[in-house]
């Protein structure tokens, strides 16, 4: 995210906290060796003399300084949507919160003529705040899709409706989230284009992923719509055996 950054002027770091998503990947990724603060800077201020560098292993931070803030609501949820190694508290799932669409085959969550969309937010380190997620997600409700109930996204709507995001979060700034829904194959079309118009609004990156249950052969309606629309794919995040449905 770019949030930890070194002034020249005094050679110290600081934490710009609004950019920060807590992902706690520099906390985990510190080194703990703990040592002496004065000793290294002494050491790399020498070394650099004959334009050497002293890089404990690893070095994000060699004396041990970063040290993880309690996070209360609303910011708690940065970390929820950031930090891989965290259990999402709607869904159970850990990091983003989201199984995405690839346990449809044990799920049926996608039916015969449906199909299911991910559009995701804000990778790779690039990061989204909830203001621009919620402005697709109400972008889209007006298209009459279905919000899947089971992503994390969709547990912060007060609205499923329209989309509408709780007010308390939409300045919180996260590593990335993913918006789940289905339309019937007829709509893909239309999708498609209030997302690539709604995109070009938003401070983010955007990627758009599409899926449908394929014929016994391997056909599939949704690769001549998508072909229909001057449309680029592959095809992907096919699994198989993950489960028996219950």
């Known amino acids: 995210m770019g949030a930890i950054s070194i002034d ?38 020498f070394l650099k003399l ?38 999402h508290e709607s869904t159970g799932v850990h990091g ?12 049926n969550r996608v039916g015969i003529g449906e199909v299911g969309y991910v559009v995701e937010f804000g990778r790779p380190t690039v990061g989204v705040r909830f203001r621009d997620i919620e402005t697709m997600a109400m972008a889209l409700a007006k298209t009459g899709i279905a919000f899947e ?9 007060t609205d499923k409706a329209t989309g509408k995001l709780r007010d308390d979060i939409l300045n919180e700034k996260i590593l990335s989230a993913i918006v789940e829904f289905k339309t019937s194959i007829n709509n893909v079309p239309a999708v498609l284009a209030r997302i690539d118009q709604v995109s070009k609004t938003l401070d983010t990156v955007v990627a758009v992923g599409v899926s449908t249950r394929c014929e016994q052969d391997g056909a599939s309606a949704l690769d001549e719509v998508l072909a ?15 489960g028996h449905a219950s």
């Open 50 to 87: 004959f334009r050497l560098r002293f890089d404990p292993e690893p070095d994000v931070c060699p004396t041990s300084a970063i040290t993880p803030d309690e996070l209360s609501w609303p910011r708690v949820v940065r970390r929820a949507f950031s930090d891989p190694q965290v259990t």
């Open 96 to 107: 983003r919160g989201t199984e995405e669409v690839k346990t449809n085959d044990v799920t």
């Open 228 to 242: 229909g629309e001057g449309l680029s794919f592959v095809r992907g995040k096919t699994n198989l055996g993950l």
């Open 149 to 157: 109930p089971n992503n994390p996204v969709t547990h912060m709507m």
């Open 8 to 45: 020249a002027s005094t050679n110290r770091a600081s934490v710009n906290s609004d950019e920060c998503v807590e992902c706690y990947t520099c906390f985990r990724g510190m080194s703990m060796e703990k040592l002496n603060p004065s000793l290294v800077r002494g050491v790399r201020s």
